[in-house]
C-alpha cells in the first residue's frame, strides 16, 4: 500500500502540472500555443512582450489557474478533516456552519458595497464557527455529535437572515447568486497571495497530527484509552481548517463536492491513512477544481457559476460511493 | 496497584456504580462478572477516565484525574470488545497504534509491536488488513495493541464473547501468559473464571455482591443468584446449566 | 372492496369534482359594448391583447409604462404606481402598489379597481399577470427590445387610451431629437464601448436589449454586441481584447469613477485598456442611470447623454 501512495502521488503531482499548463492555453479569447510561448519568452527576458497577450495570461488566467489549485486543496484538507472527526463520510468543510455565515456576511455586504463582501463573509463564516464551536463544548471537549447539530442549527438561522436580506434586496440578486454558487471570476494575484499562505499553514497543521487522526478514526473512547487528546486535537484541527475555509469562501463563493469527493477517492487508491491523505486528498482536490473551473469560464455561453459543474462531477461520484456502500 | 473507593457512577439520574470498592495489584488477574446493566463496563470507563465519577480511583497511587491521557494510557490499557473497523490499516499499523503514549522514537518500536504480534499467534497475517480479519484475529490483534502500550494494567471487556471455542481457548492463554500485567477482564460467560486463576467480583445492580477466589458452593450459588441460572461443576469446571 | 375503501374513493372523487368546479369559475365577463385589440411585439413574439374601453383607470407597475403614459397626455389616467417612479412630478405622488421587493401584490392591484394594467416583461413574475388576467383585468406587457419598439409601445397606449394624437407628437418629438443627434456625430468614427452593469462578475448588455440599441443609436459599438444574450457576463480576457475605447459604468455599483480602474489588482487588468488610459470612463448617477435603464421618453436624454461622452467633437 505505501508504495503504491507514492508513486500514486508522484503522478498527481505530474497531473496537477499538466492540468495547470493545458488549462493555461484554454479561455474566451483564443491565443495559439505559439504566441503564449512567444510571449512568456518575451517577458522573460523583458523585450516588450504583447500586452494584450501577457495581461490575459499572466493576470487573467494564471491567478485564476493557481487559486483553484489553492482552493481545492483547502476544501479537500478541511473535508478530509470533518469526515474524519465526525466520523462520518458525508462531511464536508461547511460542516460547521462555514457555508450560512459567509453567506449571510455576503447577503450583507451586497446589501452596502459589493466591495465590503469578502470581509464580511469571512467574518461571519468564523463567527457562525464559533457559535456552533461554542454550543458543543461540553466539559472543556468538543462532543462531535453536537458539533454536528450545532452547525446544522446555526446554518439554518444564518440561512433565514440571509434569504431575507437576499429577498429584500432583489436587485442584487445575481451578484449574490452568482457569488452563492461560487466562482473564481476576478481572481487576483493578491487572493491568490493569502490562499497560498492559508495552504501553507493548514496542510502542515493537519499532517503533524496525523497519527491522531489514524487514532480518533477508531471512536473517541478508544483514542483517549490510547492516550490522545481527542479534545485539543479536535479543537486545533476544526479550527484551523474553519478559518482557511472561511477565508477560501469569502473570496470565491460556496463550492460544493470537492471537499466531500476528494478525501474518498483518495481512500479508495491510499487507503485511510491520513500521512497519504493529508497530501493526497489535497492533489485530488486541486485537479477537480482545476478542471471544473477551465470548464465553467469556457463554455460557448459565457461563464457559468463553477458550484454547477463542481455539482455534475461531484454527484455520480457520490451516487458511485453509496452504490457501494449498500453493498457492504 | 489500582484502588478504587467509593466509586459511584450515574447516567442520567440512574446510578449505574453504586459505591464500588476494588483493587487490582501487580499480576492480580480480576474477571468482572454480572449481568448486562450492572455497571462492569462502567467500572472499566471510570478507570480510564472515560466516564465522570463520584469517588476516588487511584493508579499506582495517583488520582487519575490528575493526570493527561498520555499518562493514564501509559499506565493502563484497554481492551475493548470487537468492534466495527472497515479500514484498510494493515495488522502492524494497527497495533503500531498502541505506541502513541509510549514512544517518541518509531523506528525502535518495529520490534516492540512485531514482538506483542509473534505472541498473540498473529505473525502470518502482519500485513493483512483488518477489515479482513475474523473476529477471533481482530479480538487478537487488539490485545497485541494493548500489549504494546506496556502498561502494567490491562482492562477488558468482553474479551472471548463472539468468538467461536477455539479462539477463547487462545485468547485466554493470552491472559494467563500475561504473568506481570495487573488485569481486570469482564466476562458475561464463564469461561474465564474456568480457565484464569484469579478473584471474581460479581457485580448485580452497581453493587458488589461477592469478592472470592475459591471455586467453591458458595461461588457457584451466588452466581446462581445473580445470573438467575443453575450453575454445575463439572470436573473443576463450571458451567452454566439451562436444562 | 370494503365499505371503508368505498367510502374514502367516494370522498376523494367529490373533492376532486368540487375543487375543479371551483377552479374552473371564473368572475364573470362584465359586458362593454366596445373593446379593442392590440397587436404588438413582445419579446419577439407577436401578442394580441384584448381591452374593453373606456380606459378610465390604469395602473402601471414599471416606471417606463407611467413615462409613458405621461408623455403622451394620459397621465391623468393612472390612478397608481410604484416606489420606483421618479418622473414627472405628479407620478411620485400617485398611490404605490408594491412590496418593497418590486414585486406588484394583486390585491392592492385589484383595490385600485383599474381597467388596465401596464408591466414590465421579465419584472413581475409570470403568476401575477395570470391572476390579474384570471380576474379579467387587461394586462399589456411591454419589454422593448430597441427603440423602435418603444416608439410602437407608446403608440399602442396611445390608442387604448384615446390619446393618439399625444401618443404620435411624442414618439415625432423624440423622432426629431435623435435625428438630430445622429446627424451631429455621423461624421465621426463609431467608438467601442463596455457598458458595464456590474463589476463582479462584469455583467453587460448585449444583442436583445434597449440598451444595447441606445449604444448602437449614439455611435457606439457595444464590444458585447456579438454575446448570447441580452445581460451575458463578459470575460475579462474578452474586454482586454477588445480594448474598448470607452466605458461607461451603470449607476449602484460601488464603482464612483475612474480610480477603481486603476487602483490596487484591478490597475494590471485595466491599465492598458484605451478608455482607462484615455480617461474615456463614465459613470453615471442616478437620473442618467434611469433615463438609460427606463425605456421611454426619457430614452432621448440617454441618446443624447451617451452620444455627449462618446463624441463630445460632435457638441462643441
Known sequence: MKSRGYIFTFFLVLLTFA?????????????????????????????????????????????RIILAVLIGMILAISGLVTQTIFRNPLGDPYLTGVSSGAALGAAIGFLISPFLVPFLAFFFAM??????????????????????????????????????????????????????????????????????????????????????????LMGDEQAKSLGVDTGKVKTVTLLVTSLVTSLAVSFVGIIGFIGLVSPHIGRKIVGESHAMLAIVAPLIGANLLLVSDTIARSTPQGEIPVGIITAFIGSPVLIYLLFRRRRM | MIEISGLTVRYGGKIAVDHVDLTVQDGEKIILMGPNGSGKTTILKAILGLVPYEGHVKIDGEEIVKLSRREIARRVAYVPQIFYTPYTFSVREFVSMGLYSVVRDWLSADGVVDRAIMRVGLSDLREKSVNTLSGGELQKAVIARALVQNSRYILMDEPTAHLDIGAVKDVLDIVRSMEDRGVILVSHEVHPLNRIDGTLILLNRGRVVYRGNKRDPEMEEKLRDVFGVRVNDANGALQFDLS | MERRTIAIIVTVVVIAVISSVAFGIRTPQPTSPDKITVTYDLDGQNVSVTIPLPVKRVVSMDPSNTQMMFAIGAGNLVVADTSYDWWPENATKLPKVEMDNGTASVEEVVAMNPDLVLAYGGIQPPQIIDQLENLSIPVLVFQPQNIQQIYQDMLVLGNVTGHQ??????????????????????PYPKVSVLYMLWPNPIYTVGPGSFINNILQVAGGINIAQNLSSPYPIISMEQIIYDNPQAIIVDNGTGINNISYFESGSQAALWANITAVKTGMVMVFNVTESNWMDEPGPLTVYAVITVAEFLHPQAFQ
Open chain 1, 127 to 216: 463567527l457562525a464557527v464559533g457559535i456552533s464551536f461554542l454550543i458543543s463544548r461540553s466539559g472543556g471537549e468538543i462532543r462531535a455529535e453536537i458539533l454536528i447539530l450545532a452547525g446544522i442549527s446555526v446554518s439554518f438561522l444564518f440561512s433565514a437572515v440571509a434569504s431575507y436580506l437576499i429577498y429584500l434586496k432583489e436587485y442584487n440578486l445575481r451578484g449574490v447568486l452568482f457569488w452563492l454558487l461560487g466562482g473564481l471570476y476576478g481572481a487576483t494575484w493578491s487572493e491568490v497571495y493569502y490562499i497560498f499562505i492559508a495552504v501553507l499553514i493548514a496542510i502542515p497543521v493537519i499532517l503533524a497530527f496525523r497519527k491522531e487522526l489514524d487514532i480518533m
Open chain 3, 165 to 186: 394624437k399625444g401618443a404620435v407628437n411624442e414618439v415625432n418629438s423624440m423622432k426629431q431629437k435623435i435625428e438630430g443627434v445622429e446627424q451631429k456625430i455621423a
Open chain 1, 19 to 63: 492540468n495547470t499548463v493545458i488549462s493555461l492555453y484554454i479561455g474566451p479569447v483564443h491565443i495559439p500555443i505559439p504566441v503564449i510561448l512567444e510571449n512568456i519568452y518575451r517577458t522573460l527576458i523583458r523585450a516588450d512582450p504583447n500586452w494584450t497577450v501577457s495581461t490575459i495570461i499572466f493576470y487573467v488566467r494564471m491567478p
